[in-house]
């Protein structure tokens, strides 16, 4: 079934389209219905605005809200804010709550106001909407199992049998002493025990939890490295008030991992995709733009001082860019490194001067190699060995910087709370770019009298 | 609990660290035994390679298991190389199949052959190394349940029984029909099932699997897609071979994470750390500083061209670096874009050339906003018109241009099967330097009368 799943779903996602445009709107919503919600979600991201509004006026309440459930907020957001206000009202009614608040939070206030209004059970909602989104509360949901320590198995497995079947598979019940979370019950546990144990004779109290306030990727992390499939979210007073599951994890780290991509490649908004609207992607990118333009303007100042030797050895300017642009990359290959190992937690504290000596190393190494074969070749090419040695040095020093950099900003960052993605190549290249030119044309001057 | 976890553990490792250091190893190693799996493995990775080895020839048997099941390939590889071969086949023995076989297939050939010869059972291990790393079967664990359709619930509830209890948490049982896969039974099912109803008429037919042959990175998306805990793997006859569970989907996605992020970073090698061997770092970036020496010797043969008007306008070095560096930042954002949305399965497929209109739109008003701020900057600053027109259309032309490559570089890989982020920053800001250069002079060349 699974290894025709990319073919199917183009046939199905083409089926759709064409019910669509020859207007036979009951067979696209039919077709749209039968689908995985996960097929759903990936199916309508790949329609057109016009057809996504079509499909939607068009989808009952309750697919509306599983469809909304499980895409990516901001394409909630997007084709939540084209619905009326009743119907909103009625497809944040049946929404998971967690997502419900998410979309509440994401709307404009005023619509999120009103929505409210019309919606007929609104309390885990609002208890869920005090949580920014990227805390444990604002990730969780409400739907979970859980007994007192008190219950029986009989009557676990009464509970068990209420909730219902399309219900998202529970792994853990969670056990709860005056709504204290005591501990948690494994389903592997309740099957093997005899009927009419006391939860509290078989439930596990070592349990794996996280405060509701606690940021979303401390969850993730906490989570990953035990292996967890759900930890229960508690609040102040150690209530229970939540559970997060693995799905979420992966969302988070995914998350994660794009915001770091994006940031160290000097792209701010993280939602971004090739066909996001036009504004919406100038708004992402060209700030950064900007700012480096007053990077690679104070570049150009220092270049400007040596306009006078210029003049004299153009050759100079042929060559400059070589020391910078190595530089750069260099600087850009550690940051890399820095970032995703602070990212999966495995830089050792207290270890910088270690690892700013290392990262030395490495770029002393890596500017004899490189600066000997540029040095050589410029030789050759020009046929001026001194020219060769200013290259050789100058591409030398600004490996070394690039070590230096690419250690200290991203460490720096991340001491002062700060993410070390930031230490963008914008800003890391602006360093060794600038020092770059600073360097070479330096040595030039000094031998000047060679390079004539 | 978990929220002292940061300072507990650097309170055990310290605690460790003071016990090595005055050899009194029985202390480290029974403080080291109480963690957690998860726990050992990153306190494990922060000790010195000293320490570490130390610990290793201390540990009993089935905790040297634990962690070597636990931690990342490459740091159980490293312990692993330094154990004797009888006590690295006791603890392969204990090891889960799949992590065995993963670390028989990193070994050398001959300690892997004289691992196997002294391991008591290998059945599990040999049928599992035939599968390469990277796919299904690869990752997936022999150490599932399942049961024959004509079992009883009765007969399940008694499977359950006996499987270990620090067994990994089941989420799921397997039902098979003369071993081939036929559907799941959750175990909530299972619970709320009355005594000794057949298998048959309760379990779900439609069960979600993956071929054992399939790429691991096409697993973990669909289970990802789906929301899934566990997916079970089939051969080619469909009979049930093994399980993925969500913490291999967690660890596939970071894995790929860090490949793309090191990849266009130009960065080979994705097991890099910042205290990695400095032969490591090396091998793992000095090629592509290589490869970036070709390429930026080719842009200076380009600027070396116009080293006639670059002597009689100087001025020309100053401001060069701006257009191709501009170039180059505006194509890395779009190459991270195109990498990462890739990744994410959310490029709509057949629109490249929607797709390359939009980024050549991004770029052209990029390319006029910036060019219009440093061409008037550098009206100002210098004081010649032509100079900042020069400066201005080079921008806009080098903009376009890396909205140009930053999508047909990445398109073009994937559609001939390679890795997108091998586009990295290297590959395509080595067109947008070039050329970038090359505009700029060119304009430059045009304009020269105006610019003496």
Redesign the interface.
Known sequence: ???D?QQSR?QVLEAIRSSLEIKQFNNAVEAFKIL?P??Q??IF??LDADKKAELLSRLDISSTAILFNTQEDDETLQAAESLTIDRLADVLDEMEPDEAADLLGDLPADQAAKALEKMEDTEDVLELLKYPDETAGGRMTTDFISLSINATTTE??ET??R?EPDH????YIFVTDNEKLVGIL???E???SSPDTKIGELFDPEV????DW?DQEEVAQ?M????L?AVPVVDDAHHLVGVIT??D??DV??EE??E???R????SDTD????SP?IE??KG??P???L??LT??F??WI??NF??I??QV?????????V???GG??A??????????MA??????G?TL??LT??M??GL??GL??GF??GL?VYLWKGNIYLGIVLGLALVANMVLAGIVS?LIPMGLKSIGQDPALAS??LV?AVT?SLG?LIFLSLANLFLGNLI
């Open positions: 079934m699974l290894n799943r183009e995985h996960g097929d979600v990936e991201e790949l676990a497995i068990l049998r909730i998202e598979a529970p792994y494994g389903l592997r309740l099957v093997v794996f939890h996280v405060n606690m906490t990953a490295t035990y292996d499939a693995h799905d994890v992966l780290l995914q991992a794009t770091d991509i994006y160290l490649a000097s792209v971004l995709e090739p066909d036009i992607q100038l990118r060209l950064w733009l900007f480096n333009t690679a303007l570049a150009s270049i400007s306009e006078g210029i003049a153009a050759v100079l300017a042929v060559f400059q860019s070589v910078a642009g190595q990359n260099a850009s290959q550690g940051v890399a490194i820095f970032v995703r190992t999966l937690g495995n830089i050792p504290p270890k270690y690892l290392r990262q190393i490495v190494i890596q190699v490189v074969v540029v070749g250690t190549s914008v290249t770019d030119f």
